[in-house]
Antibody, heavy 120, light 112 residues
Framework: QVHLVQSGAEVKTPGASVKVSCKASGYNFPSYHLHWVRQAPGQGLEWMGLINPRGGSTSQAQMFQGRLTMTRDTTTNTFYMELSSLTAEDTAVYYC?????????????WGQGTRVTVSS | HSALTQPPSASGSPGQSVTISCTGTSNDVGGYNYVSWYQQHPGKAPKLMIYEVTKRPSGVPDRFSGSKSGNTASLTVSGLQADDEAEYYCYSYAGSSSYNYVFGTGTTVTVL
């Protein structure tokens, strides 16, 4: 079955970068888009972006342009999300999520989430 | 892209129905049949309940149904059960030349 296992919690200082990993198993890695979604404490869900693992192309929400880098390693079936120039407003749980089926399908299989805390 | 608008809260007694709205624009909800709904219990990852406006993933009971009219999508939960008490988010494709998505503001459903 599909499993997405994310890296552990991180504490960062303002201005730093964070890199979260998401290791996929149980399916054909290149065949399904992978989304990143975050949720600030007590707040709603926020779509960040997605990556096509077949070629590595990405799309991201405009608000993250220039700060968000999504990559994948096809040798280890692992996705990475790196967010730079962190501020306190980036404190959130970050989720990776694989689509249900087709590229247009919504995220269906979710990682357990990675808590990122930005504090001085 | 602005978040889709949902009512902050909705409630119903066990066995009753509750309907949640999700209002966007012709650039997202109204422009595509790619509206989904997620259920999220506290401390848990979201769970997909509805996709492509009306479809249910395997394992989701038919008490959950979706619809859309113009720029507004709706989720109806019939036969409310205690476990339906959760936060619900709509989600829509919002891109034209590239993939772009947006979530709703979220609705807390309380089973009275």
């Amino acid at each position: 079955q599909v499993h997405l296992v994310q890296s552990g919690a991180e504490v960062k200082t303002p201005g730093a970068s964070v890199k979260v990993s998401c290791k996929a198993s149980g399916y054909n890695f290149p065949s399904y888009h992978l989304h990143w979604v975050r949720q600030a404490p007590g707040q709603g869900l926020e779509w960040m972006g997605l990556i096509n693992p077949r070629g590595g192309s990405t799309s991201q929400a405009q608000m993250f342009q220039g700060r968000l880098t999504m990559t994948r390693d096809t040798t280890t079936n692992t996705f990475y999300m790196e967010l730079s120039s962190l501020t306190a407003e980036d404190t959130a749980v970050y989720y990776c999520a694989r689509v249900l089926g087709t590229p247009d399908a919504p995220p269906h299989y979710w990682g357990q989430g990675t808590r990122v805390t930005v504090s001085s | 892209h602005s978040a889709l608008t949902q009512p902050p809260s909705a409630s119903g007694s066990p066995g009753q129905s509750v309907t949640i709205s999700c209002t966007g624009t012709s650039n997202d909800v109204g422009g595509y049949n790619y509206v989904s709904w997620y259920q999220q219990h506290p401390g848990k990852a979201p769970k997909l309940m509805i996709y492509e406006v009306t479809k249910r993933p395997s394992g989701v009971p038919d008490r959950f149904s979706g619809s859309k009219s113009g720029n507004t999508a709706s989720l109806t939960v019939s036969g409310l059960q205690a476990d339906d008490e959760a936060e619900y988010y709509c989600y829509s494709y919002a891109g034209s030349s590239s993939y772009n998505y947006v979530f709703g503001t979220g609705t807390t459903v309380t089973v009275l």
